[in-house]
């Protein structure tokens, strides 16, 4: 990349299309002012033609009547200063000389064109001839300055000159020429006649046609007012009150007239020209500027690009290569170095089949592979890095294709050694048991499922196991299933299988297990592994172990049903009196298919409600009064007639139907429950199971809105079995149901291991003492004080206690004696039909007060 782009490439910080604009601008300002300047030196010529024009006109009109006025005065002197008006006008007029002679009469106005014609003295007006006729109105009955006139001709007559001037005469603009009447012989300065002759002659359109014309000037007339136009010349006739005017020439107004209009044209088509030049220029100019702008992006975005590029090669956690067609390696991003410890240099130029290994198949079969389908592909490779370790990485490819011919590879390596690692590990998790790394339960289903060879399997259950689990805690507990795994481990071969189930069940799957008398053999050895003591945390443990064996080749199956045998196996060691072993065979086998139709006809009966509710009522302390009815359920089978739950509920537990079951009990019992005389508690059981497999705080929710029963009517019996499997879960949903308004019994209080603690941990409200402590009352002194002390604690607890499985007189009076607040039993009520149950309520109900 060439400076520009290093240095950082910045466009022009003005364009050439700005530049350009501005030249545009300061021409045409520039042109616009020369043309000002010339426009008003132009109208200054042309006012100034105008002007002189105006002057010169004034000129001839003011000679044109200084001419006239000369004339005048010339001819009224040949009338004023001769002999014979001297003797027939001054003093008394001689009006036959004057006008019947005509002398000074009508010849004066029809040939020289006098209007007026008067002979005035300081008396007044002696003749007066207007429009050539005689007539009686005196000279100052024609005009208002009579006596200027008069005075003015006096004044001249000292000069022998005669006076003129204008005046209005009859209201109209008129020249007047006055003189003294004089003799020609007598001179001027001696006093002599006062009589002085006046001559006016109006300034009519004739006089003045002819006085324009004399003057070379056009459109002559007088006017009262000052024209105010152009084009006209004026001059004012003093004393008249009026004006001369006339046209004018305006040569420089004529000029502009003919000279602005081509003018005007030929600015603009100079504009036009301009703006067009103009345009053309800023359009190539435009033009570049965007070229250069074009150029400075692209640059900018190549420079873009290629930091982009760089940051993803540098950052990527991933190295990009590129070989030439014989896989020869061209390029490799300086994170190869980083990530592999290998040097760059050192592997440019090397066939990238020397860096990079496949498992499965040649990395230049696939590669050519891509190059002929056009396609991006990846492929798990390995290499090694500078300490000699293997890595693997996942290889991405895609040809270089030009003119349909391949010119190498390129693409991307990313490391997946710890993502390989990590999977690995996943895997081996879901398929071995944390605690003791054996196989878990989904190996075991795998191994058996894919080996096809005659078994033996082995199921292990240890026993007391849970005490030491109880009593030393779960480290300890836990340290024993280690233990037990690798005596496990060591007590089988290679070939064999030893797995984890959970808890303190193992599965040993010999491979080859030879006949009966050999596999006796390694259970004696594996009893007998096991019964050795061990030390666990300082203390020496003895624990044991039954066992369950299925030999495969006598019952075949898949592995549910191996495991299913192997267990049924195992309860039968465990009932032989524990640390042996029984083998599964058809009698047993037959017990588990017998289980098995019972659990479909209770599936079956279930439907088609064959469960009926029995109850027992539980009394107050006193024995007289019900304080609460237990609902105990019964099968009406169809064989085999009223069966006890002891007889079905445990089958129901191990499959979802318990789940059925218990639903139905609890909505049965809410019912029933809402139709009792007495509205007092109904207790129903639940199993632990129903717990684990179902939602119970929904189906008793559904139980209570479906029957309508109140839910502080509907009480909860609940055994430790259900705190055992999952104490969190089983506080939560504890309190969920307390959230509900449901009550919380503790059933067969007592017979669990650590009741004590449960107890304040769980929302109960009461705790029923078991049967078994019950009925040894009066027999054994030590049970009468485990009564006495569940008691007390249930009192310290704010619980109510409840004794069960109350059969004589004497077990109810010691209980009285000992405060336990209710009782239930035989002696009292046995469970009954829901009939007798409504009897014994409305009997209740009668003696009560
Ligand atoms: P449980 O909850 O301890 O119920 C008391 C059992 O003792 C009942 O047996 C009852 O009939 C019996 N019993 C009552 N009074 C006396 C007595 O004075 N002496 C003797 N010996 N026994 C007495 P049942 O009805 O056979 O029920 C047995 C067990 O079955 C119950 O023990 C309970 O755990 C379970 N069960 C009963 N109904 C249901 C149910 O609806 N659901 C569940 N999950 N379990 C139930
Ligand atoms: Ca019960
Ligand atoms: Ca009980």
């Not at 390989?420 to 605690?435: K, P, R």
Request: hydrophobic share 40%.
């Amino acid at each position: 990349m060439d400076a520009a782009i290093d240095n950082g490439f910045k466009p022009p910080l003005k364009s050439r299309n700005q530049v350009v604009r501005r030249l545009i601008l300061a021409f045409v300002g520039l042109l616009g002012l020369a043309l000002l300047i010339g426009l008003l030196a132009f109208l200054r010529i042309a006012q100034g033609l105008d002007e002189r024009e105006a002057q010169q006109s004034r000129f001839h009109a003011q000679s044109a009547l200084t001419q006239l006025q000369k004339n005048e005065r010339t001819f009224l002197l040949t009338h004023a200063f001769w002999q014979a008006a001297y003797d027939h006008l001054s003093g008394t007029v001689d009006t036959r000389w004057a006008y019947d002679e005509d002398n000074i009469g009508a010849s004066l106005y029809s040939d020289d064109g006098y209007q007026g014609v008067f002979v005035l003295d300081d008396q007044g007006t002696h003749y007066a001839m207007v429009d050539g006729q005689l007539s009686e109105q005196p000279f100052a009955q024609y005009t208002p300055s009579s006596s200027r006139i008069f005075e003015s001709a006096h004044k001249a007559g000292e000069q022998d000159q005669a006076a003129s001037g204008y005046m209005l005469f009859a209201g109209q603009p008129a020249l007047f020429t006055a003189a003294v009447i004089r003799a020609p012989s007598q001179p001027h300065h001696l006093p002599g006649s006062r009589s002085v002759l006046v001559f006016v002659r109006v300034l009519d359109a004739s006089l003045l046609e002819s006085l324009g014309r004399s003057a070379g000037l056009a459109g002559f007339a007088t006017s009262a007012s000052q024209p105010a136009g152009d084009g006209q010349g004026m001059l004012v006739l003093q004393g008249s009150g009026h004006v001369l005017t006339w046209h004018t020439e305006a040569p420089g107004e004529q000029l502009l007239r003919t000279v602005l209009p081509p003018l005007a044209l030929g600015v603009l088509l100079m504009l036009g020209f301009v703006a067009l030049i103009a345009r053309q220029a800023m359009r190539t100019s435009g033009e570049i500027d965007r070229g250069h702008q074009q150029l400075a992006l692209s640059r900018s975005a190549l420079q873009t690009s290629e930091e982009r590029f760089k940051a993803v090669a540098e950052a990527a956690s991933d190295w990009i290569w590129e070989t030439d067609a014989d896989l020869r390696l061209s390029y490799l991003s300086d994170r190869f170095s980083e990530l592999t410890g290998l040097q760059v240099t050192a592997w440019l130029g090397q066939p990238v089949t020397e860096l990079l290994d496949c498992d499965t198949g040649k990395i230049e079969h696939w590669l050519q592979g891509l190059a002929a389908t056009a396609a991006t592909g990846s492929l798990r490779c390995q290499y090694h890095d500078h300490l000699g370790q293997q890595r693997i990485c996942r290889l991405s490819a895609r040809a270089i294709l030009r003119d349909g011919r391949c010119h190498g590879y390129r693409g991307t390596s990313s490391d997946i050694t710890d993502e390989v690692a990590a999977h690995a590990q996943i895997q081996h998790l879901s398929l071995h048991d944390a605690l003791t790394g054996l196989p878990n339960r989904n190996k075991l289903f795998r191994y058996l499922e894919n080996s096809e060879n005659a078994k033996a399997l082995l199921m292990l259950d240890l026993d007391n196991f849970k005490p030491i689990n109880d009593s030393l805690g779960h480290p300890a507990g836990d340290a024993v299933l280690i233990e037990v795994a690798g005596r496990l481990g060591r007590i089988t071969r290679d070939c064999d299988l030893v797995a984890r189930l959970g808890g303190d069940e193992f599965i040993v799957v010999l491979a080859r297990p030879g006949k009966q008398p050999e596999v006796d053999r390694f259970c004696a050895r594996l009893v007998q592994a096991l019964e050795q003591p061990m030390l666990v945390e300082g203390h020496t443990v003895r624990i044991g172990v039954s066992v369950g064996v299925v030999l495969a080749s006598d019952y075949p199956g898949p592995a549910s049903d191996l495991i299913r045998y192997a267990d049924v196996a195992l309860l039968s060691a465990k009932q032989a009196g524990k640390h042996t072993w029984r083998y599964f065979s058809a009698q047993l086998n037959a017990a588990v298919l017998e289980k098995r139709t019972l659990e479909r006809e209770l599936r079956e009966g279930i439907d088609r409600g064959e469960l009926v509710l029995h109850f027992q009522p539980r009394y107050s302390v006193d024995g007289v009064q019900v304080a609460s009815v237990e609902a105990l359920v019964r099968w009406q089978h169809p064989q085999h007639g009223l069966m006890r739950p002891d007889q079905f509920i445990g089958l129901a537990e191990e499959s979802d139907l318990i789940v059925l079951l218990g639903n139905q009990v609890l909505l049965d019992a809410c019912t029933s429950a809402r139709h009792w005389p007495l509205a007092v508690t109904v207790s129903v059981n639940m199993s632990p199971a129903q717990f684990s497999r179902s939602d119970v705080v929904r189906d008793v929710a559904d139980a209570l809105r479906a029957s309508g029963l109140p839910a502080h009517r509907l009480e909860l019996e609940i055994t430790e079995g259900v705190m055992l499997n999952d104490v969190e879960g089983a506080l939560q949903t504890m309190n969920a149901l307390k959230e509900l308004g449901v009550r919380l019994n503790m059933d067969d209080f007592g017979t669990g291991y650590s009741s004590l603690g449960y107890l304040r941990t769980y929302p109960f409200d009461s705790i029923k003492i078991d049967k078994r402590f019950i009925q040894s009352l009066g027999r054994s002194a030590s049970d009468r004080s485990v009564v006495q002390a569940i008691i007390n604690l249930g009192n310290a607890m704010g619980m109510t206690v409840t004794a069960e499985g109350v059969e004589t007189v004497e077990q109810l009076a010691l209980l009285n004696d000992d405060q336990c607040h209710e009782v239930q039993g035989f002696l009292l009520s046995h469970p009954l039909e829901e009939g007798a149950l409504v009897l014994l309520m409305q009997e209740q109900m009668a003696m009560l007060p």
